[in-house]
């Protein structure tokens, strides 16, 4: 029906419609003359909807996107507006099931061609950045939040938060939601096809893992280049307290 965001039926069951009025004072008028200036000033009555009709994505859409359930006008530092972040794209699309459905093969096999045809590849070809900044970015959760608190990234880089999903190191404590990393270079080397999986895997992980749950960092330009290449040398770096 509108073909914006898949939400839950509980997300749209608690949002309310609200219809508001509006009242005119009509000082100096005559009595004939005030319904016809009240008339002018109400507002067009609004379409009835039958939410009976609608299917719970299709009632949640209505809410968030045509009832204003929402602000939608909020400013993101991508440069354009709430709106349109919740405006998904065809892998989001594809990987938004309900409960209990499962992604088909079919499916499956375009978000990876998706996936592998959005990574760009630096001039050069991939290198090892600087492990420290590295570091600094894969601790950093600092991003792209807006509504009353934006991230202002004019006085802070945008991170990688790499530590919300995953352990890097011994000396400092991260998640457990995606595999560990500790040791990854020590582990895995420093093959060229090694760095290209690991580039692919932060630029745009639904190359190799279908409807991951994995951020596409590159792919919607969260971190650039050289960000990626900083927090491949903290993996890779035998320096890094990673291989440590």
């Not at 000082?27 to 009555?45: D, I, L, W």
């Not at 630096?122 to 590295?134: A, F, N, R, V, Y």
């Not at 530590?163 to 890097?168: A, D, T, V």
């Amino acid at each position: 029906m509108f073909n914006k965001t898949p939400i839950a039926a509980v997300a749209a069951a608690s949002l309310l419609l609200i219809a508001g009025g509006c009242s005119a004072t009509n000082a100096g008028k005559t009595e004939a003359a005030k319904p016809m200036a009240m008339a002018a000033a109400a507002p067009a009555a609004p379409a009835k909807v039958d939410y009976t009709k609608m299917s719970a994505k299709d009632l949640a859409e209505y809410l968030i996107f045509e009832a204003e359930g929402y602000d939608l006008k909020q400013a993101t530092q991508e440069g354009t507006s709430g709106r349109d972040r919740l405006v998904q794209d065809e892998i989001q699309k594809a990987c938004s099931l309900m409960k209990g459905q499962e992604v088909s093969d079919k499916d499956r096999e375009k978000v990876m061609a998706l996936a592998a045809a959005s990574i760009k590849y630096p001039e050069g070809g991939i290198k090892l950045g600087d492990w420290k900044k590295g570091r600094e970015l894969a601790w950093s959760g600092f991003g792209y939040r807006t509504a009353h608190n934006p991230d202002d990234h004019s006085k802070r880089e945008a991170g990688g938060n790499c530590y919300n999903c995953h352990q890097l190191a011994t000396d400092r404590t991260g998640g457990d939601i995606g595999p560990s990393l500790t040791g990854y270079g020590k582990n895995r080397g420093a093959s060229e096809d090694m760095l290209k999986y690991t580039y692919d895997v932060i630029y745009n992980p639904h190359t190799y893992f279908a409807c991951t749950n994995m951020p596409r960092m590159g792919a919607v330009g969260v971190l650039n280049h050289k960000q990626i290449a900083d927090i491949m040398a903290y993996l890779f770096d035998p320096a890094s307290p990673v291989n440590k």
